[in-house]
């Protein structure tokens, strides 16, 4: 990436410039600690301009039509004169690191208009099935501009609920004839969600559909009783045909006005920084610990000990952890990036 002017950049950001909101997210997902320090810069330049965008998040099974769901939730919100923006988090392979990106053909109509940004993003190393510049991208997102934000999530798995920690409404959508749903969909991903949605009810799937949300609604009475209680409402619509998809953005409309009105919209966004800042010390340490000159010199030996039986998880994490002190305390100038 060239020499970045962080003044230039914002200023792009701030009138909306997609080559500079796509050069901004660039650097934010950089892992470069030169370029960390400017990303920070930029956002908090940014900073006036955030919090004002509708945060969806859109996780579901595999198979469900995230991608062509997104496409035409997004495009009937363009022609409504919304600015549209999303973050689509494709999986990285474990072993190269390399990830398909192939979310922007399954958005074609959506990746196509003025109005709308679509920014594929590998996962990497990062659980929660978000990337590491998730948070960060949907702030340069809404400084840019606009009004509804969305993060795709690459499925539904025991890791795969950071989302739910980042945006203000969390949309599962999933299928009939997907198997048992409550087997099919991890309890913990039911407990999160705030709007749940059976696509793909046209032709012949359209019955089906409506049981599998008859079905998912008395699930959810269960395992949620009490009148008190607010339980997700469990509709039906259709990527393909737009049916529901009005009543889908209504509901997840109606859930943000509910937080809103119960005061709960600013503490759960505040509550949000809170573990974006945890996050991002997490990240920064798991980094500081990697670059340490200690560390560098003996990660392959000690991952091949793994590996080989000859040293066990918990006493390569331990020999690593002591490496990573010794460098600590030996640096003239403290941690690693300080």
Do not use: Y
């Amino acid at each position: 990436m060239r020499s970045v002017d962080v003044a230039d950049l914002a200023a792009g950001v701030r009138a909306g410039s997609r080559q500079h909101v796509a050069r901004a997210i660039t650097l934010l997902e950089s892992s470069r600690p030169e370029h960390r320090e400017l990303a920070g810069e930029l956002l908090t330049d940014l900073a006036d301009l955030t919090g004002r965008s509708v945060r969806v998040g859109v996780s579901g099974v595999p198979g469900a039509g995230k991608s062509t769901f997104i496409n035409a939730l997004g495009t009937r919100l363009v022609e409504q004169g919304q600015k549209v923006a999303v973050v689509a988090v494709d999986p990285s392979s474990r072993r190269t690191g390399g990830s398909i990106l192939g979310d922007r053909t399954r958005m074609a109509e959506l990746t196509a208009s003025d109005a709308a940004f679509v920014r594929p993003s590998p996962s990497g190393r990062h659980l929660g099935g978000v990337a590491r510049a998730t948070r960060e991208s949907m702030l340069v997102l809404e400084a840019a501009g606009h009004d509804v934000v969305i993060v795709e999530t690459v499925g539904v798995g025991q890791n795969e609920v950071a989302v739910s920690e980042m945006v203000d409404t969390f949309l599962l959508l999933t299928l009939a004839r997907a198997g048992d749903q409550l087997q099919g969909i991890k309890r913990g991903i039911l407990e999160l969600a705030d709007v749940i949605a059976v696509n793909k009810a046209d032709g012949d799937g359209e019955a089906a559909a409506r049981v599998a949300a008859r079905e998912l609604s008395g699930a959810m009475r269960l395992m949620m009783p009490g009148p008190a209680a607010r339980r997700p409402p469990v509709l039906t619509c259709s990527a393909l045909t737009g049916a529901g998809l009005d009543e889908v953005w209504a509901a997840v409309l109606e859930h943000r006005d509910h937080l809103r009105t119960q005061g709960s919209l600013e503490a759960r966004r505040a509550r949000q920084q809170q573990d974006w800042m945890w996050a991002m010390v997490d990240a920064h340490l798991q980094d500081a610990v990697r670059d340490t000159p200690s560390v560098r010199a003996a990660r392959a030996e000690v991952e091949r000990a793994v590996r080989e039986g000859e040293l066990s998880a918990v006493d390569g994490t331990a020999r690593l952890l002591r490496l990573f002190a010794d460098d600590l305390r030996d640096a003239p100038d403290g941690p690693p990036g300080s």
